[in-house]
C-alpha cells in the first residue's frame, strides 16, 4: 500500500516557475512507477508525465514536453514535478500516483493504483 500526498502548488504568473512534490509512505516506493496528472475545471483528468522504478526513464504529454520535468529520490519516498514557462492553461488541480504497470508511460488513469489527494496550479496571465 502507498499513500501519496501533493505539496507545493500555488497561484505563479505566466512564464513563471513551481516544483511540486509527492510523499510517499510505504516501504516499497521504489517498486511503482509515479505519474503526474492534472484536471483543469470542466475537463477530464489528463496525463502530464511519468517516471519509472528507478527514475531512468521519463515519458511526457507533448502539451508540456520540454517545459515539466519529472525527478524522483527513492530515497527520501518522493517525486517531483518541475513546471518551467508556465501558462494559464497549465491551470489545474494536479495529482500524483503511482503504479507497478510495466506500461507507466501510458499514461492511462486505470492503470495508477494509488492517487494522492492533488494540489491547486493557479497561473495567471
Known amino acids: 500500500q502507498v499513500q501519496l500526498v501533493e505539496s507545493g502548488g500555488g497561484l505563479v504568473q505566466a512564464g513563471g516557475s513551481l516544483r511540486l512534490s509527492c510523499a510517499a509512505s510505504?516501504?516499497?516506493?521504489?517498486?511503482?512507477?509515479m505519474g503526474w496528472f492534472r484536471r483543469a475545471p470542466g475537463k477530464e483528468r489528463e496525463f502530464v508525465g511519468a517516471?519509472?522504478?528507478?527514475?531512468?526513464?521519463?515519458g511526457y504529454a507533448d502539451s508540456v514536453k520540454g517545459r515539466f520535468t519529472i525527478s524522483r529520490d527513492n530515497a527520501m519516498k518522493t517525486v517531483y514535478l518541475q513546471m518551467n514557462s508556465l501558462k494559464p492553461e497549465d491551470t489545474a488541480v494536479y495529482y500524483c500516483?503511482?503504479?507497478?504497470?510495466?506500461?507507466?508511460?501510458?499514461?492511462?488513469?486505470?492503470?495508477?493504483?494509488?492517487w494522492g489527494q492533488g494540489t491547486q496550479v493557479t497561473v495567471s496571465s
Open positions: 517516471i519509472s522504478w528507478s527514475g531512468g526513464g521519463t
Open positions: 500516483a503511482a503504479t507497478q504497470s510495466s506500461s507507466w508511460y501510458s499514461g492511462s488513469v486505470p492503470m495508477y493504483e494509488y
Open positions: 510505504g516501504r516499497t516506493f521504489s517498486r511503482y512507477a
